[in-house]
């Protein structure tokens, strides 16, 4: 049975750091990424990681602050986010496939986790 679980959200300061991971177990998967959703939004794209970690691709907003990584021998992507803005709060969904990511659009994820929050304050 294919399961993402999150971990590592929680409250933290504007400017702070927070570093997510999200366990793959099931299968492996060559495209892994995050998503997040703030109240009353859609749910929006983050970041996405190749199998060999040579593609990261990043939202605009979330550039030069926030880092993906992933350890394949774990089956595990990491979120490290640096320098948190209040705007940055929302559930944060880890989001896997075993497609490439040049097959995938970015809403196209075939496995989802549940789901962690993360809370900046002002």
């Known amino acids: 049975q294919v399961q993402l679980v999150e971990s590592g959200g929680g409250l933290v300061q504007a400017g702070g750091s927070l570093r997510l991971s999200c366990a793959a177990s099931?299968?492996?998967?060559?495209?892994m990424g995050w998503f997040r959703q703030a109240p009353g939004k859609d749910r929006e794209f983050v970041v996405l990681?190749?199998?060999?970690?040579?593609?990261?691709t990043y939202a605009d907003s979330v550039k030069g602050r926030f880092t993906i990584s992933r350890d394949n021998a774990k089956n595990t992507v990491y979120l490290q986010m640096n320098s948190l803005k209040p705007e940055d709060t929302a559930v944060y969904y880890c989001?896997?496939?075993?497609?490439?990511?040049?097959?995938?659009?970015?809403?196209?994820?075939?496995?989802w986790g549940q789901g962690t929050q993360v809370t900046v304050s002002s």
């Open positions: 990681i190749s199998w060999s970690s040579a593609t990261r």
């Open positions: 099931g299968r492996t998967f060559n495209t």
């Open positions: 989001a896997a496939d075993p497609r490439s990511w040049l097959e995938l659009s970015r809403s196209d994820f075939g496995s």
